[in-house]
């Protein structure tokens, strides 16, 4: 990840060019509307991170929050990451069909997804996604990873 040095998201924010920003802003927009109660939105790694907060769940293999998802501007790209669709194959396959259906490109590493403008991916499904995982139910999904 390409990481900023600002400590709040509004700095961060403020640090990306007009076009940058506008493109991030409206991808966050959309995240924080859809997103379950009980995750924060913070400035962790560099970049705008959704996350359990440790309060809720001190018990992480790394000491930071629960990351869920993260939103940044790199270099040449902007990217998405959604750690659920990563951590779960039904929920990759449903968004792999639906940027298919919605005739978009899907341009994914492992929790991430890169993108150059808002209208890159298909907002409708990140809503979805981003919906469908309530804290409680990714701290369930964290330790039974843990497990294994």
């Given at each position: 990840m390409a990481q900023r040095k600002a400590a709040t998201v509004t700095e961060y924010l403020q640090s990306?060019?007009?076009?940058?920003?506008?493109?991030i802003s409206t991808v966050r927009s959309v995240i924080k509307k859809h997103l379950p109660k009980g995750y924060q939105e913070a400035m962790d790694w560099g970049v705008i991170t959704y996350q359990v907060p440790l309060k809720n769940y001190p018990d992480t293999y790394n000491g930071k929050p629960l990351c869920y998802a993260a939103l940044a501007a790199q270099k040449n790209y902007n990217t998405l990451y959604l750690m659920r669709p990563y951590a779960d194959p039904a929920q990759l396959k449903?968004?792999?069909?639906s940027f298919a259906k919605a005739g978009k490109k899907?341009?994914?590493?492992?929790?991430?997804?890169?993108?150059k403008a808002a209208e890159d991916l298909p907002l409708s499904v990140i809503a979805t996604v981003i919906a469908s995982t309530?804290?409680?139910q990714w701290i369930a999904a964290a330790n039974a990873?843990?497990?294994r």
């Open positions: 990306l060019p007009d076009d940058r920003r506008k493109e449903f968004l792999k069909e899907l341009d994914m590493g492992k929790s991430c997804i890169h993108f309530p804290p409680d990873a843990r497990k």
